[in-house]
């Protein structure tokens, strides 16, 4: 079964508007973390935001947020007044504690910022 | 934050030549480094885990003599593709985590890998 799953593989969003991308997991840890990294067309990955399984408040970073529900096991990144150097590849990934703290990433959400 | 590199960042070869590709955090110790392996409009896939001074764990269905890593020192970590072939073309990216850091792994650049 899939660890991360990110459903959108494309998403379009008006410049200064919000956005959400999606992300849901699959663990039977009760420790892990949550992240989000922005990977432009030059290829490197930008850490964005981080969300530990015990945090009880959603992370901010700025202009990102998540959208943390547990129950649901899902964390969603909100990217709020969206520039157009936002444009990029996001990927979604989690780290278990049971499985030698590695990360697992999802397949990537594409966001296009259009001016 | 921290700094990782790699080099090179592009290389192109012949089918059938070894390449190395070097992964170094810049301005800390790594006590393990990853690498992945990312295919176009892919995601990233663990091929690897090394610790320093130890032997690597590789992933399911990655070649461990194809794919040598060594962890030689707190700051560099090698990955080298012997007897490249065409299939073997990817982009390569390293990661770096400090002792203990589980939640923070640092990134390089990548490394982009044409085999002719």
């Known amino acids: 079964a899939q660890k991360i799953t990110q459903t959108q593989p494309g998403m379009f969003v008006q410049e200064k508007e919000a956005v959400t991308l999606d992300c849901t997991y699959d663990t039977s840890d009760q420790s892990y973390g949550l992240f989000w990294y922005k990977q432009p067309s030059s290829g490197e990955m930008i850490f964005l935001i981080y969300q530990g399984s015990y945090d009880e408040q959603n992370a901010t970073e700025g202009r990102y947020s998540l959208n943390f529900q547990k129950a649901r096991k899902s964390t969603n990144l909100v990217i709020s007044a969206s520039q157009l150097g936002d444009s990029a590849m996001y990927f979604c990934?989690?780290?278990?504690?049971?499985?030698?703290?590695?990360?697992?990433f999802g397949t990537g959400t594409s966001l296009t910022v259009i001016p | 934050g921290a700094v990782v590199s790699q080099h090179p960042s592009r290389v192109i070869c012949k089918s059938g030549t070894s390449v190395k590709i070097e992964c170094r955090s810049l301005?800390?110790?790594?006590?393990?480094m990853f690498w992945y392996r990312q295919f176009p409009k892919q995601s990233l896939m663990l091929m690897a885990t090394?610790?320093?001074?130890?032997?690597?764990?590789?992933e399911q269905g990655v070649e461990k003599d194809k794919f040598l890593i060594n962890h030689a020192s707190l700051t560099l970590s090698t990955l080298t593709v012997t007897s490249a072939h065409p299939e073997d073309s990817s982009f390569y990216i390293c990661?770096?985590?400090?002792?203990?850091?589980?939640?923070?792994?640092?990134f390089g650049p990548g490394t982009r890998l044409t085999v002719l």
């Open positions: 990661s770096a985590r400090v002792a203990g850091n589980y939640n923070e792994q640092f």
């Open positions: 090394s610790n320093e001074g130890s032997k690597a764990t590789y």
């Open positions: 301005d800390f110790q790594a006590t393990t």
């Open positions: 990934a989690m780290r278990e504690a049971n499985t030698g703290n590695q990360f697992y």
